[in-house]
């Protein structure tokens, strides 16, 4: 059974940091390039960030380019979002997703809610 699980969401003060973790089996973790998205109320779903399978190449989008790192470690089968410096704009709820290296496959977890309040 596949399963990518999400966690660390919560409630930040404007500035503050957080980091998602996202959990995965039933599949071949490390096969598979790994993204964060994100969906914020009323809005589509948009790209955050992606690491390819190796870990050795990793890129952003713009809005969080300088403040969100990813990261993934593959013994644990984890993907890492760091978020730092944390703005207005960015709550919503955030999700991993797997990406098959060469193939149509693609896994999607639950999601997490990141609120940023002051």
């Known amino acids: 059974q596949v399963q990518l699980v999400e966690s660390g969401g919560g409630l930040v003060q404007p500035g503050g940091s957080l980091r998602l973790s996202c959990v995965a089996s039933g599949f071949t973790f490390r096969y598979y390039v790994m993204k964060w998205y994100r969906q914020a109320p009323g809005k589509e779903r948009e790209y955050v960030a992606g690491?390819?399978?190796?870990?050795?190449?990793?890129s952003y989008a713009e809005s969080v380019k300088g403040r969100f790192t990813i990261a993934r470690d593959n013994v644990r089968t984890t993907t890492y979002l760091q978020m730092n410096s944390l703005k207005p704009e960015d709550p919503a709820v955030y999700y991993c997703?797997?990406?098959?290296?060469?193939?149509?496959?693609?896994?999607w977890g639950q999601g997490t809610q990141v609120t940023v309040s002051s």
């Open positions: 997703k797997a990406e098959g290296q060469g193939s149509s496959v693609e896994y």
């Open positions: 690491v390819t399978i190796d870990g050795g190449r990793k």
